[in-house]
């Protein structure tokens, strides 16, 4: 890294927000830009490349911004605007970074990060397009490939299928690969194709649905339930139990799309209503502000959760 050093001028209060408590702050954005941020006063001094340098710039000036308005600057909003200065400077989008590196778009995207980093079993709740699947994906990679975990387990339930796959040809990941497809395309998105068949190939990358996890302990490994507001009661009581030494699990879904015959069956609004709080579980919850997709999404969602706000006021 070139020694090259950059004063950038700022207010106290915006030093103060931009260094954060015990410096961790200004440690996201070194490890994000790989730059060294000092502050000698009246304002941060960046080392690194020109290119580095400029990326973390734009996000210091970003935090610089909130905290000169009397915003509060917390963790979550490092992570934001780090994920847009990557965006800013026409580096890659957070969809096609590799290794494992993801930033968040929203302050939503960024806690749920946090509380993933953090808890040994993480629920991530909202709309389609709010990246649940694929920051849980993003998080389960980068740690089986710092060699955090042994093992990346993905595993949803097949209610289209009842569950019942033995009548499809093919070997079970044939059998799970239509069901898996958005968790695939995650995948290859931050591994690339090769590393993912080789990790496939290696076992270190399973998927199942939930039936195939009963009797098991899963432990030293990074588990996904997707799309669990497909799952039954029973079904959610027995994967969560599943975690072993060394486990995490992060557990998806959108509790307003149950496809089971009878949504009141659905297990993931009953744990979460049963574990939040509970010591060592996380809840993040995203609402249409966090989707990500097509702006047109965002407002689908909208209209959908007002539809159903006047049903249950009629």
């Known amino acids: ?13 915006a030093v103060r927000a931009v260094s954060g408590p015990n410096g961790r702050h200004a440690a996201l ?11 000698p006063g009246g304002g941060v001094t960046i080392t690194g490349d020109v290119k580095a ?3 973390a710039k734009r996000a210091i000036q970003a935090l610089a911004h909130r905290a000169d308005a009397d915003d509060e600057v917390v963790e979550a909003d490092v992570r934001v605007a780090v994920g847009e200065a990557h965006s800013a400077s026409g580096q890659a989008s957070p969809r096609a970074v590799r290794k494992g590196s993801v930033s968040p778009k929203t302050k939503g995207q960024a ?9 040994p ?10 990246g649940k699947t694929f920051l849980a994906v993003a998080q389960g990679a980068g740690m089986l490939l710092r060699g955090e975990v042994d093992r990346l387990i993905v ?29 695939w395309e995650a995948l290859t998105d931050i591994m690339g ?7 496939r190939e290696k076992l270190e990358i399973e998927v199942a649905p939930i039936a195939f996890m009963r009797g098991r302990t899963l432990s030293h490994a990074f588990v996904i339930v997707d799309e669990a507001q497909n799952c039954s009661r029973l079904q959610m009581k027995m994967v969560l139990t599943r975690l072993g030494e060394g486990a995490r699990m992060v557990v998806t879904g959108d509790p307003t799309q149950v496809d089971l015959l009878n949504p009141r069956d659905s297990g993931l609004a009953h744990a979460v209503s049963i574990l939040e709080g509970v010591e060592g579980v996380a809840v993040s919850r995203f609402t249409s502000a966090d989707v990500v997709r097509h702006p047109l999404v965002e407002r689908i969602v909208k209209a959908y959760d007002a539809d159903a706000l006047q049903t249950t006021t009629r």
């Open 1 to 13: 890294m070139s020694r090259t050093p950059e004063f950038l001028p700022l207010s106290d209060v």
């Open 29 to 39: 954005i070194e490890d994000a830009f790989k730059v060294l941020i000092e502050t």
């Open 53 to 55: 340098r400029a990326g």
């Open 111 to 119: 806690r749920y990060m946090e509380a993933m980093a953090s808890h």
């Open 121 to 130: 079993l993480c629920f991530g709740l909202g709309p389609a397009g709010t």
């Open 155 to 183: 595993t949803r339930p097949a209610v289209e299928a009842g569950e019942k796959l033995g009548f499809l040809p093919g070997d079970l990941n044939e059998k799970v690969d239509p069901y898996m497809a958005p968790v």
């Open 193 to 199: 194709a090769d590393q993912l068949r080789r990790r």
